[in-house]
């Protein structure tokens, strides 16, 4: 059973500064709701509710956003403003919400490594504070349905175009049903001619404890990092390593352009909106034409 998740937030979301010097990328809002808070609530909406965040120095408004703020509960509270102050009174109930610092930044393996201590001896999910993932079924509970029928590791992963496969870590393997694929590449942003095939790793997992093993025997490869890919590749020569093709949407937010249009996207999943941008949008493309 899968009952802990650990959400790393601790890169200084670099390709988003000004914006992300005195503010942490994962506390960008869609619309109103960070990024980080989707995540969490995705962890919580598989039944998930012991949840540890990787933080790193200037991410202190993570942890703030998920504390009580008793000054604003009693302003909401006098105003009457009972479904605001339900909202923001739910943040701290999502879930128990610990935190830790990576002391320094030096890669993904090494982020995933500080939560030894709290996950112990067993499995937990990884969801990537940067990334949202939209789906009927929850991304991470899709996971973890893999997780109890196969008891190993399980990588979140979804088809790209083949014009993108040089972008993502890309796996190969042998598929045993439609969406599973037992694992046996792992290549970090290959050519399309060293591409094993177009199933690309979407920042969901559920990992084993023996992954700690792993990092501590990952040597440092790319920018001088402990990958979590590399310790996933070395995991794989002694246990098993499935993926799963996760039924959904995913939206990253590790750069502007994909940022603008998850906005876009959710503005017009909302009712409130919907009616309004629509016509807006299409507005704009008649006046571009």
């Known amino acids: 059973m899968v009952r802990k998740a650990v959400i790393p937030a601790a890169g200084l979301g670099t390709r988003f500064l000004p914006v992300t010097k005195a503010q942490p990328k994962e506390m960008l809002p869609i619309i109103d709701t960070?990024?980080?808070?989707?995540?969490?609530?995705?962890a919580v909406d598989s039944g998930i509710e012991d949840i540890l965040i990787i933080s790193?120095?200037?991410?202190?408004?993570?942890?703030?956003?998920f504390d009580r703020n008793f000054e604003l509960e009693d302003q909401l509270s006098s105003k009457e403003d009972q479904a605001m102050y339900h909202e923001v009174r739910r943040l701290s109930d999502m879930a128990n919400i610990h935190f830790i610092r990576q002391k320094e930044l030096n890669g993904l393996g090494d982020a995933i490594y500080y939560a030894r201590h709290h996950t112990g001896s067993e499995p937990f999910a990884l969801l990537l504070?940067?990334?949202?993932?939209?789906?009927?079924?929850?991304?991470?509970?899709?996971?973890?349905?893999?997780?109890?029928?196969?008891?190993?590791t399980v990588l979140g992963v979804e088809t790209v175009p083949k014009e993108k496969v040089s972008r993502y870590g890309i796996l190969g393997g042998r598929m045993v049903s439609e969406?599973?694929?037992?694992?046996?590449?792992?290549?970090?942003?290959?050519?399309?001619?060293e591409a094993p095939s177009n199933l690309a790793i979407c920042g969901r997992y559920v990992l084993t404890p023996a992954i700690f093993a792993a990092i501590e025997k990952t040597p440092r490869g790319k920018n001088n990092e402990i990958q979590l890919t590399d310790a996933?590749?070395?995991?794989?020569?002694?246990?098993?390593?499935?993926?799963?093709?996760?039924?959904?949407?995913?939206?990253?937010i590790g750069n502007k352009l994909d940022y603008i249009k998850t906005t876009v996207e959710y503005a017009l999943k909302r009712e409130e909106f919907r009616d309004e941008i629509l016509p807006y949008l299409k507005g704009i493309v008649a006046v571009r034409r």
């Open 232 to 252: 996933i590749r070395l995991l794989s020569e002694r246990e098993s390593v499935h993926s799963y093709t996760i039924e959904g949407k995913r939206f990253d």
């Open 56 to 65: 790193g120095k200037g991410k202190r408004a993570i942890e703030d956003h």
């Open 34 to 42: 960070p990024v980080i808070q989707y995540v969490v609530q995705e």
């Open 179 to 193: 969406r599973v694929m037992e694992v046996h590449q792992f290549v970090e942003k290959p050519t399309l001619a």
């Open 129 to 152: 504070g940067d990334t949202v993932l939209d789906s009927v079924i929850p991304a991470t509970q899709q996971l973890i349905d893999i997780y109890e029928q196969y008891r190993g």
